[in-house]
Every structure is written in structure tokens, then in C-alpha cells.
């Protein structure tokens, strides 16, 4: 796995690992998201909950876990830092 670049540095990208939530089924695991930043991560959490509807819970839902710095392949670097929305 290429972790590194031309100047040995590590790339490296925020997960966010999210958990789903049914009523009745409990909850499990439902993929990861990643982000170029911290910010990024912490904006796209904050829009993701600003749009849930207010009061009860929805009957099925996904959870987002902490932003973590991770180490990550050149390919999924450069996915992550040339995405466009």
C-alpha cells in the first residue's frame, strides 16, 4: 500500500465511521465516510443533523462516529482532496 509521498510524508484523510440505527433491528455498522479535513468532516456532520426532521427519531437513521485522522492510499488521497460537491 502507497502510504507515502515523494517526500516520505504519510498521506492521510478524516473517517468518519457511521452507525446505523432501525427501531426494532437495533444497530449496525454502516460504512465510512472521508473528508480533506477536519473541518470538512465537522461541517458535513453538522449538515447532515441540521437536516434530520426535529423530535422523535426517525423510524431508521445512521449515527456519525468523531472525525479520525487516518492513514490513507495515494489513490484515496487524492479522491478525497479533488472531490468536488
Do not use: F
Not at 477536519?38 to 426517525?58: C, N, V
Request: hydrophobic share 25%; net charge negative.
Amino acid at each position: 500500500m502507497d502510504t507515502k509521498n515523494h517526500a516520505g510524508r504519510l498521506y492521510a484523510v478524516y473517517q468518519v465511521k457511521w452507525t446505523e440505527y432501525e427501531r426494532g433491528w437495533g444497530q449496525r455498522p454502516d460504512g465510512e465516510t472521508y473528508y480533506p479535513t477536519k473541518e470538512a468532516a465537522d461541517k458535513a456532520i453538522k449538515d447532515y443533523w441540521d437536516s434530520m426532521p426535529s423530535g422523535r427519531a426517525p423510524e431508521c437513521y445512521s449515527s456519525p462516529g468523531t472525525p479520525t485522522l487516518v492513514e490513507a492510499t495515494k489513490e484515496l488521497y487524492d479522491k478525497v482532496h479533488n472531490h468536488k460537491d
